[in-house]
């Protein structure tokens, strides 16, 4: 048994769009972007926290018990006698408040699992994996903060013959590619945006380290799906998709699997309102379908036109 533990903030089952077949999706807590788009934010940070709804508090007057476990002097914000936030900058994560709540009104987001009780949860649907050429997948938040842990599942599953799929910004140090190439059947990544200005704008990071993480691991042999959010204000421009075109071919060789593009969704609100976050994005407002559908196909035309496997979604097969 390993000592190594990873916090893990989701298990997904059955899910058909990161990697090929059916799959058991987990996303591990931590990142090292803040892409404004963000609709995980319960992965940024890598520690387990709260986050609270309001709708399940029983009432704070006759409850209360929150507050009550709290020993670190967090203020604590009550709007029609709900607990409605808490403030984060005095938070330490001890999670009493949520372990004494009754109701579900606070949630746990993260959850320590040990290499074997993660592969526990993937094993169960080995089935469906083996008649749909199926797997793992390991998401985030950033996975590669917690490579260890990853690649320990990944032996795991490889000794029960299960695929293993590591999505990944890989903006992360290159020992920490290095520990999963072994281990690691398909690659998934983004290029955000090819001007490191404008991708450290939106994103928080230039994106130098990203290219070259994605030149490396091409050049030791892994073709990975390459992904594309499109996103208006940030990198929906032709001028953008013919450069990261020109960068996979001219410095990749054109050794991708597929590039997706794929569309913004306003998703997540919920959960930054959980956890006492604005939304980066702000009121911006998602554009209409047939806007969307539009530019993705055009982009994905540009892209097929010089010579590259391109589609818009991620829902078609990879092989
Ligand atoms: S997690 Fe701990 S420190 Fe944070 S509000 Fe709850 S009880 Fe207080
Ligand atoms: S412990 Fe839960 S139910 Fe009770 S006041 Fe706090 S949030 Fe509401």
């Known amino acids: 048994m390993s000592d190594i533990k990873g916090i893990i903030f989701n298990v997904q089952p059955f899910t058909v769009h990161d990697g090929p077949g059916i799959r058991t999706e987990l996303f591990m807590k931590g990142c090292t972007l803040k892409c404004r788009w963000c609709s995980n934010p319960e992965g940024l940070s890598p520690k387990p926290e709260p986050g609270l709804y309001p709708d399940k508090c029983i009432g704070f007057s006759k409850c209360g018990v929150c507050e009550k476990s709290c020993v670190n002097g967090v203020a604590y914000s009550v709007y029609e006698d709900k607990l409605v936030a808490i403030d984060r900058a005095k938070c330490r ?16 987001w993260g959850k320590a699992y040990t290499p074997e009780e993660a592969f526990a949860l993937v094993k169960k649907d080995k089935k469906y994996y083996d008649e749909s050429g199926g797997g793992v997948t390991v998401s985030g938040g950033e996975a590669l903060m917690q490579a260890d842990f990853v690649a320990e599942l990944f032996r795991l599953c490889r000794a029960e013959g299960i695929g293993t799929c590591l999505e990944s910004a890989l ?6 590619l290095e520990k999963l190439l072994p281990l690691t059947d398909f690659w998934i990544t983004d290029i955000k945006c090819m001007d490191s200005a404008i991708h450290k704008q939106n994103t928080g990071t230039g994106n130098e380290r990203i290219l070259e993480n994605i030149r490396f691991l091409v050049s030791r042999g892994a073709k990975p799906v390459i992904r594309i959010p499109i996103i208006e204000t940030f990198n ?3 001028e953008n998709i013919r450069a990261t075109g020109e960068f996979i071919k001219n410095e990749l060789g054109g050794n991708i699997l597929q590039l997706q593009l794929l ?3 306003k998703l997540g609100l919920e959960k930054y309102s959980s956890l006492n976050l604005s939304y980066p994005m702000g009121d911006f407002k998602a554009p209409e379908r047939e806007v969307w559908e539009e530019k993705l196909l055009r982009f994905r035309d540009i892209l097929r ?6 589609e818009a979604g991620s829902g078609n097969a990879i092989k």
């Open 171 to 176: 903006n992360v140090p290159v020992s920490e």
């Open 305 to 310: 036109g010089m010579g590259l496997p391109a």
């Open 263 to 265: 569309p913004y969704r």
């Open 93 to 108: 994560g001890c999670l009493a408040c949520a372990e004494a709540c009754p109701s579900g009104g606070i949630k746990v």
């Open 236 to 238: 929906a421009t032709e």
